[in-house]
């Protein structure tokens, strides 16, 4: 027989490395920005397309971004069921995943929200405003 708590509780340990996984990649994903706006700024070759390609890595972000919540919304069920709240049933995390998927315009507005929210948009809004700055200056 197979100890269900066991069995979620290595769940949650898998799911929780790949949470902070999401992470790491969001991070990296500011700093490749920040290094390529810091570059051409360097360089003095900062034009629209840079911006442009600033704008594609914010979306990525929010993307990431928004994988790690949905994640997290796993992780979450999991600790109700690990504190007796309520039956879970183990080894579920990509059926929970397909229930709680939107529909594409509701996947989409999950996308702006994570790209909104504080620790996605402060970063990119700095770079983009540098890079704004530097070619209305340049």
Same mark, same amino acid.
């Given at each position: 027989?197979?100890? +269900?708590?066991?069995?979620? %509780? +290595?769940?949650?340990?898998?799911?929780?490395?790949?949470?902070?996984?999401?992470? +790491?990649?969001?991070?990296?994903?500011?700093?490749?920005?920040? =290094?390529?706006?810091?570059?051409? =700024?360097?360089? %003095? +070759?900062?034009?629209?397309?840079?911006?442009?390609?600033?704008?594609?890595?914010?979306?990525?972000? !929010?993307?990431?971004?928004?994988?790690? !919540?949905?994640?997290? %919304?796993?992780?979450? =069920?999991?600790? *109700?069921?690990?504190?007796? *709240?309520?039956?879970?049933?183990?080894? *579920?995390? /990509?059926? /929970?995943? *397909? %229930?709680?998927?939107?529909? !594409?315009? $509701? #996947?989409?507005?999950?996308?702006?929200?994570? $790209?909104?929210?504080?620790?996605?948009?402060?970063? /990119?809004?700095?770079?983009?405003?540098?890079? =704004? #700055?530097?070619?209305?200056?340049?």
């Amino acid at each position: 027989m197979i100890d +269900k708590e066991l069995v979620l %509780q +290595k769940e949650w340990e898998i799911l929780q490395q790949e949470y902070a996984g999401f992470e +790491k990649w969001s991070l990296l994903i500011k700093v490749f920005s920040v =290094v390529i706006c810091s570059t051409l =700024v360097f360089h %003095q +070759k900062l034009d629209f397309v840079i911006f442009c390609l600033c704008i594609v890595l914010w979306m990525l972000d !929010a993307i990431w971004k928004t994988f790690q !919540a949905r994640t997290e %919304q796993r992780i979450l =069920v999991i600790e *109700q069921g690990l504190a007796k *709240q309520s039956d879970v049933v183990a080894m *579920q995390f /990509h059926t /929970h995943w *397909q %229930q709680s998927r939107p529909s !594409a315009a $509701g #996947l989409i507005i999950e996308y702006v929200k994570s $790209g909104l929210s504080p620790t996605v948009c402060l970063p /990119h809004i700095c770079v983009l405003s540098v890079c =704004v #700055l530097l070619m209305w200056w340049l």
